[in-house]
């Protein structure tokens, strides 16, 4: 069995691996008000990430 640092990216592909989302927690920190930036400062990735994984994740613009 293989094993991987972080998410589900076989060690053989060229970029970094996806990190794991909480949704559940980003939902929780959009309803208490907090920015996309804030989000992503608190689930541990970029502003942008957070933004790129909700289209591809969730089918949807991020919007706080």
């Known amino acids: ?3 991987h640092r972080r ?3 076989p060690p053989n592909e060229p ?3 996806e990190i794991a989302i ?3 927690k ?3 920190l ?3 008000g907090c920015s996309g ?3 992503a400062t608190e ?3 970029a502003a942008e990430t957070l933004y790129l994984r909700c289209q591809k994740d969730q089918g949807m613009d991020f919007s706080a």
Do not use: F, Q, T
Request: with cysteine.
């Open 1 to 3: 069995a293989s094993r």
């Open 7 to 9: 998410g589900d990216k």
């Open 15 to 17: 970029g970094r691996p």
């Open 22 to 24: 909480d949704w559940d």
């Open 26 to 28: 980003v939902g929780n």
């Open 30 to 32: 959009c309803a208490a």
């Open 37 to 39: 930036a804030a989000i």
């Open 43 to 45: 689930i541990g990735c």
